[in-house]
């Protein structure tokens, strides 16, 4: 028997920040993205970087402050998926839009665990030095962060978003446009050095806009090391909605539209392979070990029957209707819920911890908690994936992880778990809604009672002034920060 467990305890804490960071520039001339850090492993990283053309880059690394070094040569590959599309090309740049970038990768492997590493990646005439931290092989402490929602597009600058007062429910614009309320946010997340950092879907507002995805990328991996977070520390991804959008100009829902915004995700992210048998949904879905913990990403952007009380999105065809794509099913006999099945099984006997992130909060007071048939009913609900409720429950997860509705909210669910010896305990799962990385601040719809509910920063959360200035509390661009470390004797807490 592994030690036991504790709640989770950490709720909201939101800092404001209102400055420029001087590394928040436009990418150098040989660098379309700066190298980032993906799918840590104890014994490997991988390290990603785009080029603006086919020169080879060279990649040098060792542990920190050794003398012995190892270098790399890259072989770039084109990166056609991330070209620029026809309607941006002819709105934004008279034609002439930068042709599509080459992709660097490396994986490097044979590191030893919790170990940091130095590395200089150079092309061109231009250098990029960070350091990088493998993944600890045993249980030990450790510090991760999530948020959701940031959904980045080069119109949030200049634009404010409402934020509701819980007072006289009445809207009014937040203290920063949207894209100093993010970069702020990922501030005060670099300032807290986690070892991980997940985002719960709707990484940019357009999936299928490649001028999002240079903004999400400009906030992420700047050209200084000092504030590139996803240079230092891994940054892993969810699927959202808006990432499988390709846009209003565009194809939208309708296929293979869909999943071309999504092969721009694939492009860009790395995880551990999940051996679907349709290599399509490679990195759509995928679990990863970090010490005490494992974490289990899930797509539930849809589901079958289309339209139906089970589906997530009423615009996208299923993966079983000819014109659908390859967004995976994720209800019970489904390809998904069989493997998150066989991993949850061994999660029981071999981590402390299990997280589930995904991008639809299931228990909400938010927009999307309308329940098929009410009026007005809502095309992208959280409330399907309450089916996998029970089988969270039956393993014993610990905490689920989601944003979609952009309200800060916890709700707590309890039941009864198998423990990995057959015997049954009572278990309450906590579900987070951490959909405040850099969007909306959106409050409850007020017909909602989700009775699950336990926090909601709209409400639970007062906002102090005085003369004028806020103080504290109030819903702000925020974060969730876990902090996994040792407890009383032969136990372990987050």
């Known amino acids: 028997m592994f030690p036991s467990l504790s709640t989770l305890k950490r709720d909201l804490i939101c800092i404001l920040f209102f400055f420029m960071p001087a590394g928040f520039l436009a990418a150098q001339e040989d660098f379309r993205v700066f190298p980032y850090l993906q799918n840590p492993a104890p014994d490997a990283m991988t390290i990603l970087w785009f080029s603006e053309d086919n020169s080879p880059g060279l990649l040098t690394y060792g542990k920190l402050n050794s003398e012995a070094k190892t270098d790399i040569v890259t072989e ?7 070209a620029y599309t026809s309607w941006e090309d002819t709105t934004f740049f008279g034609g002439q839009a930068p042709s599509a970038p080459f992709r660097h990768r490396v994986r490097i492997d044979n590191l030893e665990p919790a170990t940091t590493y130095e590395y200089t990646v150079t092309q061109g005439t231009h250098s990029f030095s960070s350091t990088f931290r493998t993944a600890p092989q045993q249980h030990t402490s450790i510090r991760f962060i999530v948020y959701g929602d940031p959904e980045t597009e080069p119109e949030s600058t200049g634009k404010f978003t409402d934020w509701v007062d819980p007072a006289a429910d009445t809207s009014r614009p937040y203290l920063t446009d ?22 719960a879907g709707d990484l940019v507002e357009t999936g299928g806009e490649q001028r999002d995805w240079d903004e999400f990328w400009r906030h992420n991996a700047g050209h200084d090391s000092a504030y590139s977070i996803a240079g230092k520390i891994p940054v892993m991804a969810v699927l959202g909605n808006h990432d499988y959008y390709e846009g209003p100009y565009l194809d939208e829902w309708d296929q293979p539209g869909s999943e071309r915004a999504v092969s721009r995700f694939q492009t860009y992210f790395e995880s551990p392979a999940n051996h679907s048998p349709n290599a399509e949904q490679e990195g759509r879905y995928y679990s990863m070990k970090y010490g005490p913990a494992l974490f289990i990403v899930l797509d539930v952007c849809n589901n079958d029957t289309n339209g139906s009380g ?19 099913d994720f209800g019970p006999g489904s390809r998904q819920y069989q493997w998150l099945e066989e991993r949850l099984s061994e999660a029981r006997t071999d981590s402390l911890f299990t997280f589930v992130i995904f991008h639809h909060a299931p228990y909400s007071s938010g927009l999307h908690n309308y329940l098929p048939g009410d009026e007005n009913a809502d095309n992208h609900p959280g409330n399907p994936v309450r089916v996998l409720t029970p089988l969270f429950m039956q393993y014993g997860v610990d905490a689920v992880f989601s944003g979609h509705d ?39 719809v007020s017909k909602f009672d989700n009775p699950f509910q336990k926090f909601l920063a709209h409400t639970d959360a007062p906002e102090i002034w005085e003369e004028g200035i806020l103080k504290s509390g109030g819903k702000h661009y925020g974060h969730l920060e876990v902090d996994i470390v040792p407890g009383d004797t032969n136990t372990w807490q987050a």
């Open 76 to 82: 770039p590959l084109p990166a056609e998926e991330l």
């Open 406 to 444: 952009e309200i800060w909210e916890r709700s707590e669910v309890s039941g009864v778990k198998t423990t990995p010896d057959g015997q049954e305990e009572i278990h309450t799962i906590y579900f987070y809604d951490v959909g405040t990385g850099g969007d909306g601040l959106r409050g409850p």
């Open 178 to 199: 949207q894209t100093t309320g993010y970069r702020n946010n990922l501030e005060v997340i670099r300032s807290r050095r986690p070892d991980l950092v997940f985002i």
């Open 310 to 328: 089970d589906d997530t999105n009423y615009f996208l065809l299923g993966e079983k209707d000819p014109l659908g794509g390859n967004a995976p």
